[in-house]
T-cell receptor, first 108, second 112 residues
Framework: GENVEQHPSTLSVQEGDSAVIKCTYS??????FPWYKQELGKRPQLIIDIRSNVGEKKDQRIAVTLNKTAKHFSLHITETQPEDSAVYFC???????FGAGTRLTVKP | ETGVTQSPTHLIKTRGQQVTLRCSSQ?????VSWYQQALGQGPQFIFQ???????GRGNFPPRFSGLQFPNYSSELNVNALELDDSALYLC???????????FGPGTRLTVL
């Protein structure tokens, strides 16, 4: 089955800096790659997604890039704010196989 | 809020018992997926239902089973509970398989 690896497991940045989280996947048939933000005690919330026919997508401070040849995709958050602090998950294989998560801390 | 609801919110069971968790999807969403999320880990895919038929399954034993009903509700049943089954159970619904999933708030199951 699909194997999704996510790095780093923890990430600490200063407010205003950029944060990058990377994921790799194993199934070349994967065609949908969402990213979720999960705050403590809450449900995962979709923040951005990308489909396999697109290489990059941007939504304000958040962007995702996809390299199908290398089977990896990345989340980029610019101008980070303390409220960006949460656990972020990537997913592949029609969005049902999740990475282990990255705990992002943005220091004021 | 996503329009996806789950019940109960919390549940405590003992090892060997059986449990049924319920999910109500957004109206019109004929795809529902169930996940197990252990503390500090990512959601693990249990299975997906599309129009009341199982449409994919993760690496979970047969004692994890499900049902989906025509009224956009679904159930996750777990038999012979084990201590390791303690986790947050999430359901998520979407209109199409490659469409955005909307998660419910989850049911936290504790097995003693």
């Amino acid at each position: 089955g699909e194997n999704v690896e996510q790095h780093p497991s923890t990430l600490s940045v200063q407010e205003g800096d950029s944060a990058v989280i990377k994921c790799t996947y194993s199934d070349s048939a994967s065609n949908y790659f969402p990213w979720y933000k999960q705050e403590l005690g809450k449900r995962p919330q979709l923040i951005i997604d990308i489909r396999s026919n697109v290489g990059e997508k941007k939504d304000q401070r958040i962007a995702v890039t996809l390299n199908k040849t290398a089977k990896h995709f990345s989340l980029h958050i610019t101008e980070t704010q303390p409220e960006d602090s949460a656990v972020y998950f990537c997913a592949a294989s029609s969005g049902t196989r999740f990475g282990a998560g990255t705990r992002l801390t943005v220091k004021p | 809020e996503t329009g996806v609801t789950q019940s109960p919110t919390h549940l405590i069971k003992t090892r060997g018992q059986q449990v049924t968790l319920r999910c109500s999807s957004q109206s019109g969403h004929n795809t529902v997926s169930w996940y197990q999320q252990a503390l500090g880990q990512g959601p693990q895919f249990i299975f997906q239902y599309y129009r009341e038929e199982e449409n994919g399954r993760g690496n979970f034993p047969p004692r994890f089973s499900g049902l989906q009903f025509p009224n956009y509700s679904s159930e996750l049943n777990v038999n012979a509970l084990e201590l390791d089954d303690s986790a947050l159970y999430l359901c998520a619904s979407n209109l199409l398989t490659l469409d955005t999933q909307y998660f419910g708030p989850g049911t936290r199951l504790t097995v003693l």
